[in-house]
Each structure stands twice: as C-alpha cells, then as structure tokens.
C-alpha cells in the first residue's frame, strides 16, 4: 500500500506564499500522473495541478500563473509552490496519484490532506 503525506499547509494573508509537499513511501517515477487537488468549505474537490510520469503539467484556469506543481524523484516528493494566494484558495489540500498498473488495473492512492487557509 501507497501512502501520501502531505505537509506545509497553513494559515496566510491573502498575496502571501506557502509550498506544500507530498512525501510518497515509494519511488514516484511509477505513477502515471501525481496531483493536487483542493476542496473548499462546502465545495466539491476539484483538480488544481497534475504532472504526468513524462513531465507534462496541467493547471487549473483559477490557480494558472499563480501555482506551480514540481518534483523531486530523488525524494519521492511532489510539490505545489502558491504564491499570490487569494481567500478563495482557502480549503483542503489533497495529494493524489493516479494511473493504470502493468495489468491494466486502475490505481489511486489518496493524502490525509492539509489545510491552507488565506485571510483576507
């Protein structure tokens, strides 16, 4: 089993910075995708950021410019640098990876989730 351990979250004003961090338990060059994922209160979860296992990166429209998802292979560790933070980033964090295994069978490994939370 897969664990995810997210870390960095926190409280912040509005135009402040945090980087989150998602520690895997095992080599990440084995996912097909590695993600980031919010939910705000009273919200759905909704996709923030996703690096694929060959480097391509996608951006939510709301978080593009301001957020930046990255890796550390070596680490086994995934990040979500935020910068220009707004009130309505505030939510839970969610660390995902996700795929299809070498016998065609779907994968997805999910963080316990950290709290950001941006004043205004």
């Known amino acids: 089993q897969v664990q995810l351990v997210e870390s960095g979250g926190g409280l912040v004003q509005a135009g402040g910075s945090l980087r989150l961090s998602c520690a895997a338990s095992?080599?990440?060059?084995?996912?097909?995708?590695m993600d980031w994922y919010r939910q705000p209160p009273g919200k759905e979860r909704e996709l923030v950021a996703t690096i694929t296992s060959g480097g391509n990166i996608n951006y939510a429209d709301s978080v593009k410019g301001r957020f930046t998802i990255s890796r550390d292979s070596a680490k086994n560790t995934v990040y979500l640098q935020m910068n220009s933070l707004k009130p309505e980033d505030t939510g839970v964090y969610y660390c995902?990876?996700?795929?299809?295994?070498?016998?065609?069978?779907?994968?997805?490994?999910w963080g316990q989730g950290t709290q950001v939370t941006v004043s205004s």
């Open positions: 095992r080599s990440i060059s084995g996912f097909n995708t």
């Open positions: 995902h990876a996700g795929g299809v295994n070498a016998v065609f069978r779907r994968y997805d490994y």
